[in-house]
């Protein structure tokens, strides 16, 4: 069975926690790759000022060199909010049942899991990984606390199940953040290795984020 990995997000930018957390879990799932999912227009979240066009051509020049994970621009093609489960609809129509589906969220997607449109349909439609700090926990809505009590299987069987099955992935602890990262920019800060350096230097050429710097390796 072809096991596939979707990671979305609205990558503003894309930084190494991002892709850090994808390899994660190619590694500890077992996935033949992951598609990282650019979000238009995200509904529980604010609208990046940032263009979709600049998003995903920061997110190609991220994986170009990485076989194990790619592009899924999909949801910037449709117009409207972002809904997760009109994606997965879309991704299950073009992957059959004989291909195990999982989409990727972190632990702070998890908490908010409740106010998704028809959260419980993604169930019948994919797996569920979500990518979480060892030890880490957090309180969650009854309902889905349940849901996932009742779908839980190891990681390593995960790749196993077309979808209906939850696991927990545990991630490289990596203490960065979109926003920090674009706060920095703005503020001249020296920010490699905190973005791939063909991102950084994306940034600058497009002076994207307000960014002061001049010189990739920032002011510092």
């Not at 908010?112 to 439609?125: A, I, V």
């Not at 790749?159 to 602890?173: E, M, S």
Request: net charge negative; aromatic share 6%.
């Amino acid at each position: 069975m072809r096991a596939l990995g979707f990671l979305g997000g609205t990558f503003n930018p894309v930084h190494i926690g991002h892709l850090r957390g994808a390899l994660d879990c190619v590694d500890q799932l077992g996935l033949d790759q992951v598609a990282l999912l650019p979000a238009a227009q995200p509904p529980l979240k604010d609208l990046p000022v940032i263009s979709a066009q600049h998003r995903s051509a920061m997110l190609e020049l991220a994986v170009q060199r990485t076989e194990d994970l790619t592009v899924d621009c999909r949801e910037l093609d449709r117009p409207g909010l972002s809904f997760t489960i009109d994606t997965v609809r879309e991704l299950r129509h073009q992957w059959q049942g004989d291909t195990s589906l999982t989409f990727i969220m972190g632990l702070d997607s998890l908490v908010n899991l409740h106010h998704w449109r028809d959260w419980q349909g993604l169930f019948e439609l994919c797996n569920i990984a979500v990518l979480a700090r060892p030890g880490a926990h957090a309180a969650l809505d009854g309902a889905v606390r349940r849901s996932i009590d009742q779908r839980r299987c190891p990681a390593s069987d995960l790749k196993h199940c077309a979808a209906g099955a939850v696991t927990f992935v545990n991630q490289t602890p990596l203490d960065v953040s979109s926003t920090a990262i674009r706060g920095a920019l703005k503020g001249g800060k020296n920010v490699q290795f905190l973005l791939p350096e063909a991102v950084i230097e994306y940034i600058v050429a497009h002076e994207l984020y307000d960014c002061l710097n001049t010189d990739r390796r920032g002011s510092d």
